[in-house]
């Protein structure tokens, strides 16, 4: 089962940017659907952004559509979030996800997680 470690979170104003990595000790990243979601205090855990195993990109909901950014560095088995015009709603603990297959954006599609890193955006 692939590992997934999380970072680049921290403390940014808004309408900044942020870059998150996930990066896979295992097997690689080819093998398994990546997926982006996000928690914030007393909400339920959130899609954000996916890619399938082939690489494609899935449908992201409207709260960060054109915004936030997946993509993959297969040679580095790492996933990032781009994350741009950020605000305060986008406050939230980031966790990456892995399944064998993209099967939709529910969180229970995926089985392996990391432990999450915190994305902070002020007013």
């Known amino acids: 089962q692939v590992q997934l470690v999380e970072s680049g979170g921290g403390l940014v104003q808004a309408g900044g940017s942020l870059r998150l990595s996930c990066a896979a000790s295992?097997?690689?990243?080819?093998?398994?659907?990546i997926a982006w979601f996000r928690q914030a205090p007393g909400k339920e855990r959130e899609f954000v952004a996916a890619?399938?195993?082939?690489?494609?990109?899935?449908g992201q909901p409207d709260s960060v559509k054109g915004r936030f950014a997946i993509s993959r560095d297969n040679a580095k088995n790492t996933v990032f979030l781009q994350m741009n015009s950020l605000k305060p709603e986008d406050t939230a603990v980031y966790y990456c996800?892995?399944?064998?297959?993209?099967?939709?954006?529910?969180?229970?599609?995926?089985?392996?997680w990391g432990q999450g890193t915190q994305v902070t955006v002020s007013s």
């Open positions: 295992g097997p690689t990243f080819r093998g398994y659907a």
């Open positions: 996800a892995a399944a064998n297959n993209y099967y939709g954006s529910r969180a229970d599609n995926f089985g392996s």
């Open positions: 890619l399938t195993r082939s690489g494609g990109r899935v």
